[in-house]
């Protein structure tokens, strides 16, 4: 067997920090009767030490922890001297909103609200996987990929985006996402409903006056310099009024 095919038969590896071992275990379980390589930590000294041993492909995080909570875990996870761009999702208590949002904007890639059913953990881990270009439904690794569009690059290993003349952009967790939605679906109108079910979850009720999403698509807009185009220059990210937004240019998936 050939490297290129042992590396695309390796099993895509979770990491699963909660203080509940019961509830860990019983993760755990399920997922490995999916195919993945599932390690569990306790705390944060015990999930730091599992990023020493390997990497992990996803992270499994619990919000509400003893000691160091899930939230700064995560913010050591981007900011110390880790530095990693591993996919986290959140896992946090029903109620918890400014939890979640504070989760996304430390750069988590997603969250399931306990209790929840295991297959729910599972399609969000498979979707997130799927996003970064890291892992297949039945639980492999796949070779890493990039988009391409005008010009630019999204690096979905290194969860960064490319300027046409090789700059590199850091983007936040939901930028991330964001713009990966829409690479997803070039060249199509997205509905409101449509981005923030993919954002954030269909369990979030919504006022018809929630202005985030719009608040999320000017700071992509802003990444992505779609703001100062002169007439010459198609605008990358379209409005389309009472409709939602189209992503305008043709994208290549590498």
């Known amino acids: 067997m050939s490297d290129a095919e042992h590396t695309q038969e390796k ?3 979770l990491l699963v920090v909660d203080d509940d071992a019961d509830i860990s275990s019983l993760i755990a379980e399920y997922l490995r009767q999916h195919g993945y390589c599932v390690r569990t930590a306790a705390d944060g000294e015990s999930m730091f030490a599992c990023f020493q041993e390997e990497t992990p492909d996803l ?3 619990d919000i509400m922890m003893p000691g160091e909570d899930g939230l700064s875990l995560c913010r050591r996870l981007r900011t110390g001297e880790t530095g990693s ?3 986290v999702i959140f896992l946090t208590a029903l109620g918890d909103t400014t ?3 504070v989760g996304l904007e430390l750069g988590a890639d997603d969250y399931v609200v306990k209790p929840f059913q295991p297959r729910e953990l599972l399609a969000r881990i498979r979707a997130v996987l799927r996003r970064a270009g890291r892992g297949t ?3 492999t690794v ?3 990929k ?3 569009f005008s010009g630019w ?3 979905l290993s290194a969860r960064h985006l490319v300027t046409p003349n090789g700059v590199v952009v850091n983007l936040s967790g939901a930028e991330f996402r964001l713009l990966s939605i829409f690479l997803e679906h070039p060249q199509k109108v997205l509905s409101r409903d449509f981005l923030q079910d993919e954002l954030q979850g269909q369990e979030l009720d919504r006022s018809p006056f929630d202005r985030s999403l719009d608040v999320q698509i000017c700071r992509l807009r802003a990444r992505l310099r779609d703001t100062s185009r002169g007439a010459k220059e198609e605008q990358l990210i379209k409005t389309v009024r009472g409709d939602g937004y189209v992503f305008a240019s043709t994208v290549t998936a590498e």
């Open 99 to 101: 939890d979640r949002v």
């Open 153 to 155: 690059t999204l690096d």
């Open 137 to 139: 439904e039945d639980g």
């Open 59 to 61: 992270v499994v995080l």
């Open 146 to 148: 990039a988009y391409r």
């Open 142 to 144: 796949r070779p890493e």
């Open 11 to 13: 099993p895509v590896s």
């Open 85 to 87: 761009s591993v996919p």
